[in-house]
């Protein structure tokens, strides 16, 4: 038997609500289950609100009923996995959030499924090593291209050629991911 995956989220949603209001104390939450269209974009956003307030899973289809993201709330903030995927059901992005703000590793990947950039967040601001990754728009092989470190958002980089690291570059751009191109999906910012 096979279930059409909108019907099987909606049964989840249904189940939390009703799961919730066996836990509830005080009786007076208002729980509203969203099946929303966008007329202009066809989109369809699920999820379940508490009060007003958006909670727990929720996700968005397109016009093909293709799933486009999925992301987690707690008290209408999110919190917890955040995923994007391309029209082909190919992941996009992905990251985490806690109380709204970025938390954690996140990851962008090209239409074609290959890792565009990783690095990771603490309370909003890029920590660490990121990476950025291309190769397909030079003839090469897809692989690393560059590496950012960041410290409490300040950035110092090293330009990685042929896997060998060079001296940290003065003035580096700060690149931006588009979806101009997935060939070359970077524009430089600054």
């Not at 486009?68 to 029209?87: A, H, I, M, Q, V």
């Not at 660490?128 to 990754?133: D, H, I, R, S, V």
């Not at 409490?152 to 690291?165: C, D, H, Q, S, V």
């Amino acid at each position: 038997m096979k279930i059409n995956l909108p019907v099987l989220e909606i049964f989840k949603i249904c189940l939390i609500a009703f799961l919730l209001n066996g836990c509830s104390y005080s009786g007076e939450e208002r729980y509203t289950i969203i099946n929303d269209k966008n007329i202009s974009t066809g989109e369809v956003l699920k999820g379940l609100k508490i009060n007003n307030e958006k909670m727990g899973y929720w996700c968005s289809y397109n016009e093909q009923n293709k799933l486009t993201s999925e992301r987690y709330y707690l008290n209408d903030k999110l919190n917890g996995e955040y995923k994007s995927y391309f029209e082909n059901g190919g992941l996009s992005y992905m990251s985490n959030l806690i109380n709204g703000v970025l938390d954690g590793e996140t990851k962008s990947y090209s239409r074609r499924g290959n890792l565009l950039y990783s690095g990771s967040f603490d309370q909003g601001v890029r920590t660490g090593k990121w990476e950025f990754y291309s190769g397909a728009h030079h003839g090469s092989e897809w692989g690393l291209n560059y590496v950012i470190y960041f410290d409490k958002g300040n950035k110092t980089a090293k330009l990685i050629e042929n896997n060998n690291l060079e001296p940290p570059v003065v003035n580096v751009p700060v690149w931006r991911h588009t979806i101009l191109s997935d060939e070359f999906p970077w524009e430089i910012i600054e």
